[in-house]
């Protein structure tokens, strides 16, 4: 593969820098602390890191809210302390991802903070304002994901701004070229100073209907929701109008033509539509649009393989060129192990990482992934996030998953600072610490080091299409193919034993060539009946086209 495409089958390790590592041991994880820890991050044999947001902010929503962005929050570091980490990270093979939070701004940057002055400023139009109905409420009925009205009155300008978040983060005007060249810019900014890409933040939210219709009631029975509570009032409404425009599809591809002109540069796209998977094959269809992009349809309490099946399938049918990427663990919702079962098992959390890395497309690893941490409990008296704060005691907000990494078991704090940590450490994570992990032969992390690297030695797991075999639950099956040579892969998903006929699988029984290596719980053959431990896997090669795959 050449330079352009190292993204394709990448795995992409995701840090949050706040719970990362503490190098100045005031209880916040920085940049000089990622730089720390280099060594481990490559140990991991990862292709690159994504950085969630480091930049100036008021921390409303812990740094979601830009202030500034091209500069670094002191509590982070500064910017020479980023062009070290580029750097050095570059030496060691590792590419650099940062995060880029396109659709709104914090309400302290200086763009809103001249906006709001009043109605003829030369940043006016810079943000989305809108007049009072004639009873003064709010323009329309659009909702915040964080609780109540998308709208906030404004005294000086005396005028509605919309904000889909905090209302402390107002929404750009995207209909504004002038904002849209400027965000341009500031993604340059970062290009200059040698990033490799971007995880473009709810992208499909830079655009509104500029009628501002109102968006639609949604049945009672239909309010399931993807990336947020459905007790949520934000899910009694189709939200066709404050987000996911057509006109979104032309700035993905102002996007691409400026990564064009830095060879090897990625945009990975995070999507949460009323229908994420068609909104996901749109933005990265061609070689105009986004490189990559991912939704939040793994990352549900949903966990079975028809649904696994399911999401990926509809997906397939509808991408054609385009490259997906997985992820089922992120900074937003509970950690997999827990939210996928809660089993006490090491088995599951190497089994769920080798599920989502042999799917076609690359993969979104989080933080703590391959420890196999579970969700924390935190206290509401210890809850940081505003949204947790809002919705207690329905939805406990993110913390959970945003705790301090664990490094050493018997170290204060679990070696993360010797500071009081932003958020507690888990009780249960000093037993997970990567030091007791690297001593451990068959603990997750070696696992998932090991299976990264024996990954890498499969280009049917990294560059193949893909293709389901029906089977029963709780087994999940597929054929990977690439360059003319098949691949088929199973996973049990139960913590029972399960057997398959392989005549189920592959009319080529005695053609199969098991593949070696990946040190998982493995599944043996008697008597042409695959029998899958608990947790279990299988990789064998078919050497011959298997007619019953279709």
């Not at 008021?58 to 002191?74: A, C, E, L, N, V």
């Amino acid at each position: 593969m050449n330079e352009q495409m190292w993204w394709r089958g990448a795995v992409i390790y995701q840090i949050y820098p706040r719970s990362f590592y503490d190098a100045n041991q005031d209880g916040i994880g920085d940049l000089p602390g990622i730089i720390s820890k280099l060594d481990y991050i490559a140990s991991l044999g990862i292709d690159a890191i994504w950085i969630s947001p480091f930049f100036k902010s008021p921390m409303k929503d812990f740094g979601y809210d830009i202030s500034d962005y091209r500069d670094i929050d002191p509590i982070f570091g500064t910017l020479a302390d980023f062009d070290e980490l580029v750097l050095k990270a570059h030496a060691l093979g590792i590419k650099i991802m940062i995060d880029q939070v396109l659709s709104h701004t914090s309400d302290q940057h200086q763009w809103f903070i001249d906006s709001r002055e009043d109605q003829t400023n030369d940043k006016a139009d810079w943000y989305v304002w809108a007049d009072a109905k004639e009873d003064g409420t709010a323009p329309n009925n659009w909702l915040s994901i964080f609780g109540g009205s998308g709208w906030t009155w404004d005294p000086r300008r005396q005028q509605y701004y919309l904000h889909n978040f905090l209302t402390s983060q107002p929404d750009l005007n995207f209909h504004n070229p002038d904002v849209r060249q400027a965000v341009l810019d500031n993604i340059e900014f970062w290009l200059k100073r040698g990033v490799d890409g971007f995880r473009l933040d709810a992208i499909n939210f830079c655009y509104h209907d500029a009628q501002l219709r109102d968006n639609p009631a949604k049945p009672k029975e239909l309010r399931t929701s993807i990336g947020f509570d459905e007790k949520n009032p934000y899910a009694y409404q189709y939200h066709y109008y404050n987000n996911t425009q057509d006109e979104n599809l032309g700035f993905m591809e102002d996007i691409r033509s400026l990564l064009n002109k830095y060879p090897g540069a990625v945009a990975l796209g995070e999507i949460s539509s009323e229908d994420s998977l068609k909104t996901m094959a749109e933005y990265t269809q061609g070689d105009s649009r986004l490189h990559m992009g991912y939704s939040f349809d793994l990352l549900t309490d949903n966990f079975s393989a028809a649904y696994i099946k399911q999401v990926v399938e509809s997906l397939e049918s509808r991408v054609s060129d385009g490259w997906p990427c997985w992820s089922i663990s992120n900074h937003d919702v509970k950690r997999v192990v827990t939210r996928w079962g809660g089993f006490n098992s090491n088995d599951f959390a190497k089994m769920l990482f080798a599920m989502i890395s042999s799917l076609r497309g690359s993969i979104c690893s989080y933080q703590g992934e391959e420890l196999g941490l579970t969700e924390a409990d935190i206290a509401f008296e210890d809850i940081q996030d505003p949204y947790g704060i809002t919705f207690w005691p329905q939805f406990k907000g993110r913390d959970g998953c945003r705790t301090p990494h664990p490094w050493q078991h018997d170290s204060v704090n679990a070696g993360f600072s010797e500071g009081k940590p932003w958020l507690p450490v888990a009780s249960e994570h000093f037993a997970k610490s990567v030091d007791l992990q690297d001593e451990t032969a068959d603990s997750v992390l070696n696992s998932y080091r090991h299976f990264n690297r024996w990954r890498k030695e499969q280009p049917a797991l990294r560059y193949g299409d893909i293709k389901f075999i029906d089977t029963p639950e709780p087994i999940l099956a597929f054929v990977r193919q690439y360059q003319g040579e098949q691949l088929l892969v199973c996973f049990n998903f139960s913590e029972q034993s399960q057997t398959v006929a392989l005549s189920s699988l592959t009319q080529l029984s005695d053609s199969l060539t098991a593949v070696s290596g990946h040190k998982l719980t493995s599944a043996t053959i008697v008597d042409g009946v695959l029998q899958l431990p608990p947790f279990g896997c299988f990789y064998c090669k078919l050497e011959q086209q298997s007619k019953s795959v279709n």
